[in-house]
């Protein structure tokens, strides 16, 4: 039994030294998030803010390109209509005409939190816009690719308050019922 341990112990040694190596890079990344002081973390959350704030100015000015840069090729868009689920491509199809005709949207965040993951390549955030539909959530990740931060996932919806919940319900029932229904076949 004891030669049997021995020989196991033998074989995983090298399986975990390769394991530790590979996984060298996340862990001095990781370290240099937790120890860098909070200077760069701050930066970063800086870095993402502006962003966020020109993505929606780029909107607001109906800059197309502009706009659609601050999008990886394989994002998602989620709006607030329980249809609109579109990756880049769909969603550019979808904007254009507001776009071509200088009617987009306008967002101003109100308050924003950003998070990031232990490998400080991705971050992930909420906030409130101020909007043409009165108070709306923004929420989406990001990823850091060629040291630029990119929009991997975006999802708006509006607010409902408490208050108004049932009278909100009225009004999208009929609409909704009818989608429930063909989503559950």
């Known amino acids: 039994m004891i030669k049997i341990h021995k020989i196991l112990l033998a074989c995983s040694l090298p399986f975990l030294f390769i394991a530790c190596e590979q996984n060298k890079d996340v862990t001095s990344t990781v370290t240099t998030i937790a120890t860098n002081d909070s200077v760069s973390l701050h930066r970063e959350k800086q870095t993402i803010h502006d962003l966020l704030d020109s993505f929606n100015v780029a909107a607001a000015r109906a800059d197309f390109n502009g706009y659609f840069n601050y999008y990886t090729e394989d994002a998602i868009f989620i709006g607030t209509d329980a249809t609109e689920n579109w990756n880049k491509k769909e969603f550019m199809e979808w904007a254009r005409p507001a776009f071509e005709k200088g009617k ?39 990823v850091k690719k060629g040291g630029e931060w990119k929009v991997q996932q975006y999802v708006l919806s509006m607010t409902v308050p408490n208050s108004q919940v049932d009278a909100a319900i009225k009004i999208k029932e009929a609409e909704e019922d009818s989608l429930i229904k063909v989503m559950r076949q």
């Open 104 to 142: 987009t949207w306008n967002f101003t965040a109100l308050k924003r939190n950003i998070y990031f993951d232990l490998t400080g390549t991705t971050a992930w955030f909420d906030e409130l816009l101020d909007t043409q539909m009165k108070i709306c959530r923004g929420s989406g990740v990001l």
